[in-house]
T-cell receptor, first 115, second 112 residues
Framework: EAGVAQSPRYKIIEKRQSVAFWCNPISGHATLYWYQQILGQGPKLLIQFQNNGVVDDSQLPKDRFSAERLKGVDSTLKIQPAKLEDSAVYLC?????????????FGPGTRLTVT | GEDVEQSLFLSVREGDSSVINCTYTDSSSTYLYWYKQEPGAGLQLLTYIFSNMDMKQDQRLTVLLNKKDKHLSLRIADTQTGDSAIYFCAESPPDGYNKLIFGAGTRLAVHP
């Protein structure tokens, strides 16, 4: 079974530029999550999708961050414009569903550096 | 409120047992998890415990849950160098959305 795929693995941009990250979840997984992991901290949920609908985006800075999951499969997370404090690893995860016993499978992450 | 706290660093000798501790504040959390993160890799679920359990054992891993004190621990028996990683405690609030609240992680260093 293929795991969660993310690209790119690394990205360096200047502040005020835009950037987009892509995630391909495990086949058949209905729930998709984007987390932000700042160096030295645990991951923080940004947004959660169930199929192509948003379940929770309460921690997403909506003035600069956006995400979509068209057709309920792949997802993209965009930052426009980026700030220095957006430097972090962006992790995508997926699970079969919303119940707590459904394991979240994590991708390798995209490391973003904003200069 | 939702907050998960862990000690930041633990150093153990190879072959000894490691105990990583975690405290959480949402007493209604349904599930509590331990994840492992190796350098440059995503998080890997090690084990989880349902809130109505006190203990769960899985090979070298033992999870203890004290709901009264909101304390969770992970014991790794016969710790090996391959166990060196960051270990994250996480809780899942009972909102039905499988959301995870992570601690800052405990870096485990195993030395010969």
């Amino acid at each position: 079974e293929a795991g969660v795929a993310q690209s790119p693995r690394y990205k360096i941009i200047e502040k005020r530029q835009s950037v987009a990250f892509w995630c391909n979840p495990i086949s058949g997984h209905a729930t998709l999550y984007w987390y932000q992991q700042i160096l030295g901290q645990g991951p923080k949920l940004l947004i959660q999708f169930q199929n192509n609908g948003v379940v929770d985006d309460s921690q997403l800075p909506k003035d600069r961050f956006s995400a979509e999951r068209l057709k309920g499969v792949d997802s993209t997370l965009k930052i426009q414009p980026a700030k220095l404090e957006d430097s972090a690893v962006y992790l995508c995860a997926s699970s079969w569903g919303l119940a707590g016993e459904n394991e979240q499978y994590f991708g390798p992450g995209t490391r973003l550096t904003v200069t | 409120g939702e907050d998960v706290e862990q000690s930041l660093f633990l150093s153990v000798r190879e072959g000894d047992s490691s105990v990583i501790n975690c405290t959480y504040t949402d007493s209604s959390s349904t599930y509590l998890y331990w994840y492992k993160q190796e350098p440059g890799a995503g998080l890997q679920l090690l084990t989880y415990i349902f809130s109505n359990m006190d203990m769960k054992q899985d090979q070298r891993l033992t999870v203890l849950l004290n709901k009264k004190d909101k304390h969770l621990s992970l014991r790794i028996a016969d710790t090996q160098t391959g166990d060196s990683a960051i270990y994250f405690c996480a809780e899942s609030p009972p909102d039905g959305y499988n959301k995870l609240i992570f601690g800052a992680g405990t870096r485990l260093a195993v030395h010969p």
